[in-house]
């Protein structure tokens, strides 16, 4: 049966697909059609002619064994094979050819989006927003001529995308998928905000300041914690930039979201306090290293501050350091602590007139005693 193979290598080879792949693909592809036709033999295999532009089916028929008493039910023996291409397969097999063509450029096609996209994982990208009517949870991203997608579970809930807008996402995942290469984009990832700073901020790429750790409830508000790797540099001052110019080009990313940027360090109870910010701790009692769990001190008046609208600057703290910490009033801790040393130094004194008293007292004169004896 004869095929334009010449054509077809040809025509793979533009998309830098090799001509033993397509042979490869085809022979299986004329195999699995010529076991549909009727009557056809359950073994057989297909042999491509390139020189000729042509391919064969060979066949063999199962022979069925004598049982015997060593086998009662002898496995069927294969024949000689034959020559059992249809005659009438040619219209089969150009249909079966194209689409061979179709799903090894699908294929190829794939690979290519695959390995340009499976290196940008944990990444920053941009693209342009694509709504789609039949998908309405998830928002599309073209990325030049491929779509990442944007789960709900990836998206801020306060944020509203337009069909058209140019938007930053995190790449959080490239993987294969049944439908070809799935690219999961995020915007609510922590992960985010370090490559939005990555951009703003040369000493971070330079390796001059390190971002140690970062919570986020996004939409609302991120936590920063960050520290210098080098003599004269100010972590802060960094990340914030001249006249705030740094944090505001990232904030100008992530909408109304604010951005507290702390300074990390190895001491808990520094770390903890420093979490804290805005508001200002007196003291941090670590209450357990083993359970990580840490007691800060607050003035009355910044209380709130401290535990922040709804619990959250308390909540992103603790997500921050990895700590539970408990916040409590310093003043109280003050009036307790002197209220433990007025009753201590009560003790002291009922303890120190006892004593007094048992000086005081008069001494028994020892004949006045033999005398009672007697």
Known sequence: MELDLAGMHQLVAEQGIDAETLDGALAEALRMAYLK??????????VIDNRAGSFTVWARDEIKQEPTEDDPHPAPQLGEEYDDTPKDFGRLAAATARQVIAQLFRSAEDEKIFGAFSGQKGRLITGVVQQDANDTSNVHIAVGDVEALLPRREQVPSERYRHGERLRVYV????????????????????????????????????????MAIAREAGARSKIAVRANAEGVNPKGALIGPGGARVRAVMENLGPEKIDIVDWSADPAKFVAAALSPAVATGVQVVSEKNRTAIAFIHDDQLSLAIGKEGQNARLSAKLTGWKIGIESSEARAKAQAAKEQSGEHVSAAQDETRAAGNDAPAKDPSSENEARS
């Not at 036709?37 to 297909?46: F, I, W």
């Not at 439908?179 to 939005?196: A, C, D, Q, T, W």
């Not at 951009?199 to 330079?206: A, D, G, I, K, M």
Request: proline fraction near 8%; avoid cysteine; aromatic fraction near 2%.
């Open 37 to 46: 036709t009727p009557h056809a033999a359950k073994h057989a295999r297909v």
């Open 172 to 211: 959080v995942n490239v993987a294969r998928g049944l439908k070809g290469p799935e690219i999961i984009v995020s915007r609510s990832h922590p992960e985010l905000v370090r490559r939005l700073f990555e951009r703003e901020v040369p000493e971070l790429v330079s390796g001059a300041v390190s971002i």
